[in-house]
């Protein structure tokens, strides 16, 4: 029987941060890590295994039964599948990634867009990208209860090489934004691990929805700050990317407390280290930042500011120099 294998991506975050779930802007790009399912069809239900679990998934293949850990992510996916119409085919399938989980680069995502396309080759099934989005922002929910916005569903599926994914979460409008050809992206991921399940992303959720000043001013100023950084692209102007990105983590520092010590000193130590612009990026309780450099200094930043993070704090955190990818949706076309 052939395999066949689909790949998801992971993404980092730009800025627009805790933007998404209010109608807000965002500016996503797709990276070189991510999820990769290889399966074969299977005639009465639905297995998988993780290469980094050790646990097998067994499912209906309509989605039914009951799953634990990561499988709960599966489950849903197929279950939310199925009532969309998918018809019952099954598959026997393999999920291995690169994403680092728990660093802010949407390794859930990577897993559920990832499945979610191997279930509708399996079945010759097809939604439109945003309907897909969407439907895997749903068993996200489902799965383990986090009121996640549209963006990392939206990023891992319709983002393009060399850009940026520039998305109105409230018309759900969207344009690939070339992204400066002299910066590399550059993650440093803390070594504090985050889980929005239990964090208080749900919290901060409630507290946007019921008006808290502070938490309204963060996402008003950082909607008008993804609007400036396209501009600042657009323009090649360095600078003023450098004064965004820092005005965006200080304000997810002050007015929205998602920020970490861990993550505020990997931002200054960017900075010092010659970044032309660092912020958190993702959910943030821990997780990673993001920076860019100037082109051919971006080992070079990466190293140091992992050097200077482990002498100040002992922490071992991990540097990636990524590149942008295309999103899934057009990787399986
Ligand atoms: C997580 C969520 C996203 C978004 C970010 C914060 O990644 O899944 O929907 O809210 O946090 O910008």
């Not at 850990?69 to 599948?81: D, I, T």
């Not at 399996?122 to 068993?139: D, I, N, R, T």
């Amino acid at each position: 029987m052939t395999e066949r294998t689909v790949f998801a991506p992971a993404r980092v975050n730009l800025i627009g941060e805790h933007t998404d779930y209010s109608g807000g802007l965002v500016l996503p790009v797709a990276i070189d890590l991510g999820t990769t399912v290889s399966w074969q069809p299977l005639d009465e239900h639905i297995r998988m295994r993780s290469v980094a679990f050790t646990d097998w998934v067994e499912l209906g293949a309509d989605g039914s039964g009951t799953s634990a850990g990561w499988g709960r992510y599966a489950a849903a996916v197929a279950r939310l599948l199925h009532e969309r119409g998918r018809r019952a085919a099954g598959l026997d399938a393999v999920v291995s990634s690169t994403v680092p989980i728990g660093s802010g680069l949407s390794s859930s995502a990577a897993l559920t867009v990832s499945l979610a396309l191997a279930l509708c080759q399996a079945a010759a099934f097809e939604l439109e990208p945003l309907e897909l989005a969407h439907l895997v922002q749903e068993a996200e929910r489902l799965a383990v209860g986090v009121p996640c916005g549209l963006m990392d569903p939206a990023a891992v599926l319709l983002a393009r090489r060399g850009h940026a994914l520039l998305l109105d979460c409230g018309t759900e409008e969207y344009r690939h934004v070339p992204l400066p050809a002299g910066l590399a992206i550059v993650v440093v991921d803390s070594g504090v691990r985050h889980a929005l399940e239990n964090s208080g992303y749900a919290d901060r959720r409630t507290e946007v929805e019921r008006g808290d000043p502070r938490r309204v001013r963060h996402v008003v100023s950082e909607n008008e700050r993804v609007r400036k950084t396209v501009a600042a692209f657009e323009s090649g102007d360095l600078g003023a990317l450098g004064t965004l990105f820092r005005e965006g983590h200080n304000s997810l520092r002050d007015d929205f407390e998602v920020s970490t010590p861990e993550l505020d000193l990997l931002v200054d130590l960017a900075y010092e280290l010659g970044a032309v612009a660092a912020r958190m990026t993702g959910g943030g309780f821990g997780g990673a930042i993001v920076a860019l450099a100037e082109r051919s200094g971006e080992r070079a930043l990466a190293d140091a500011v992992v050097e200077a993070y482990r002498a100040r704090t002992g922490r071992a955190g991990k540097a990636y120099v990524c590149s942008s990818v295309d999103g899934a949706a057009a990787q399986t076309r």
